[in-house]
């Protein structure tokens, strides 16, 4: 018997197997038989259709790879996937129902079948790529699901400490003004306001970062400014903030810009202070800004050890960068930052349509090397 006929006559059997196993799962223990079998008999039904239709050898390959052809409305897998999401599912228990799925089917079809022959072998293994098929599509909505809800809470959890960071911070100055109050308590209230500060730019990251997810990107406003001077004056904050270190400034004079000033000031704030963390503090940082033909090229510099090209591969992806750290790594950057200031620079420089190249050498150190639009994203 063919196998999307034994799947036909016999659907009620093999719904019965997937809402048996599916009630054993946490999130559905208590659930209905409408959720138990949801969305089941449909991908069987379409799983059906395409073990009825012609294919060639590269269509099955690309499909057990996931790259069926797409589709207008979402189907029957990607809309099991937001039901399963939304029941507490994990993406494990997601991938246990298509397991048994597929081991159902197989199971009880080869009851049935006793001798296999060419079309049956060819009928198993189209049923295998649809399953495969099905389960990437499944996978696929489930992750973009959990991504999304991330990153509105962390929006959420952004917008609303912002609040409470405001009012300490203004309450701490005005303790600060009080010169009635003795050295030890204004010293006090200084460093809760830095401390206060430190927070505030934590949630911007995480605010830039939450943002960037949702929304397609930074989002930026273009205008003329000059570079040569807010460069200046991006360096010299950063060395009142690093008074022990030097710095080696080559800015070409009068280069006029149409960027957004203060989104490219925070990216080169945080290449500079990704390069004072982690270069040696016996040579200078070098800071060069030039222009070449309608580009301007952007490059830092800072001398240290060579970071290896797995590293430099994930330098702008903050959640590979920490699964790859070693967890002396990881424990220094639970006490330095949330290390989100790459990736927020990489989607700054994307934003006004430039690229960002890394190298690293024994001997020159780590180079930072943005090459942007003078008139930014056109």
Same mark, same amino acid.
């Given at each position: 018997?063919?196998?999307?006929?034994?799947?036909?006559?016999?659907?009620?059997?093999?719904?019965?197997?997937?809402?048996?196993?599916?009630?054993?799962?946490?999130?559905?223990?208590?659930?209905?038989?409408?959720?138990?079998?949801?969305?089941?008999?449909?991908?069987?039904?379409?799983?059906?259709?395409?073990?009825?239709?012609?294919?060639?050898?590269?269509?099955?390959?690309?499909?057990?790879?996931?790259?069926?052809?797409?589709?207008?409305?979402?189907?029957?897998?990607?809309?099991?996937?937001?039901?399963?999401?939304?029941?507490?599912?994990?993406?494990?228990?997601?991938?246990?129902?298509?397991?048994?799925?597929?081991?159902?089917?197989?199971?009880?079809?080869?009851?049935?079948?006793?001798? #296999?022959?060419?079309?049956?072998? +060819?009928? /198993?293994?189209? @049923?295998?790529?649809?399953? *495969?098929? %099905? !389960?990437?599509?499944?996978?696929?909505?489930?992750?973009?699901?959990?991504?999304?809800?991330?990153?509105?809470?962390?929006?959420?959890?952004?917008?609303?400490?912002?609040?409470?960071?405001?009012?300490?911070?203004?309450?701490?100055?005005?303790?600060?003004q009080d010169t009635a109050l003795p050295v030890r308590h204004l010293k006090v209230a200084a460093q809760i306001f830095r401390s206060t500060q430190r927070v505030v730019d934590?949630?911007?990251?995480?605010?830039?970062?939450?943002?960037?997810?949702?929304?397609?990107?930074?989002?930026?406003?273009?205008?003329?400014?000059?570079?040569?001077? #807010?460069?200046?004056?991006?360096? +010299?904050? /950063?060395?009142? @903030?690093?008074?022990?270190? *030097?710095? %080696? !400034?080559?800015?070409?004079?009068?280069?006029?810009?149409?960027?957004?000033?203060?989104?490219?000031?925070?990216?080169?704030?945080?290449?500079?202070?990704?390069?004072?963390?982690?270069?040696?503090?016996?040579?200078?940082?070098?800071?060069?800004?030039?222009?070449?033909?309608?580009?301007?090229?952007?490059?830092?510099?800072?001398?240290?050890?060579?970071?290896?090209?797995?590293?430099?591969?994930?330098?702008?992806?903050?959640?590979?960068?920490?699964?790859?750290?070693?967890?002396?790594?990881?424990?220094?950057?639970?006490?330095?930052?949330?290390?989100?200031?790459?990736?927020?620079?990489?989607?700054?420089?994307?934003?006004?349509?430039?690229?960002?190249?890394?190298?690293?050498?024994?001997?020159?150190?780590?180079?930072?090397?943005?090459?942007?639009?003078?008139?930014?994203?056109?």
């Amino acid at each position: 018997m063919r196998l999307s006929k034994f799947i036909t006559e016999n659907i009620e059997i093999i719904l019965q197997e997937w809402e048996d196993f599916a009630v054993t799962l946490h999130p559905l223990t208590s659930a209905s038989k409408k959720q138990l079998r949801d969305h089941a008999k449909a991908m069987l039904a379409v799983i059906c259709v395409d073990l009825d239709s012609r294919q060639s050898i590269q269509e099955g390959i690309e499909k057990s790879k996931g790259n069926a052809p797409g589709t207008a409305d979402d189907t029957a897998a990607e809309s099991h996937a937001v039901d399963r999401m939304q029941s507490g599912f994990t993406v494990q228990e997601l991938m246990a129902e298509y397991r048994a799925l597929r081991a159902s089917v197989l199971r009880l079809w080869q009851e049935r079948v006793k001798s #296999a022959n060419e079309f049956d072998l +060819q009928d /198993m293994l189209r @049923f295998n790529e649809a399953i *495969d098929q %099905a !389960l990437t599509e499944s996978i696929a909505r489930f992750s973009s699901m959990v991504l999304d809800s991330q990153n509105v809470f962390l929006a959420i959890l952004g917008h609303d400490v912002r609040n409470p960071l405001g009012a300490i911070s203004m309450g701490t100055q005005l303790i600060m003004q009080d010169t009635a109050l003795p050295v030890r308590h204004l010293k006090v209230a200084a460093q809760i306001f830095r401390s206060t500060q430190r927070v505030v730019d934590i949630v911007s990251d995480l605010l830039d970062y939450s943002t960037s997810h949702l929304g397609g990107g930074i989002p930026v406003t273009l205008a003329e400014f000059d570079l040569s001077l #807010a460069s200046r004056s991006v360096v +010299q904050e /950063m060395q009142l @903030f690093h008074p022990t270190r *030097d710095f %080696a !400034l080559e800015i070409d004079e009068n280069i006029s810009v149409t960027w957004d000033q203060a989104r490219m000031s925070q990216a080169l704030s945080n290449l500079i202070a990704n390069a004072v963390q982690h270069g040696s503090g016996a040579t200078p940082i070098l800071i060069k800004i030039s222009q070449a033909g309608n580009d301007v090229v952007i490059v830092v510099r800072n001398a240290g050890e060579k970071i290896s090209l797995t590293k430099l591969r994930a330098m702008f992806n903050p959640s590979q960068s920490f699964a790859i750290k070693s967890t002396s790594e990881r424990s220094a950057s639970q006490t330095g930052n949330l290390g989100l200031g790459l990736y927020i620079t990489h989607e700054i420089v994307s934003a006004h349509g430039g690229e960002i190249r890394v190298t690293s050498t024994e001997s020159e150190g780590t180079t930072m090397t943005l090459k942007i639009p003078m008139t930014g994203k056109e």
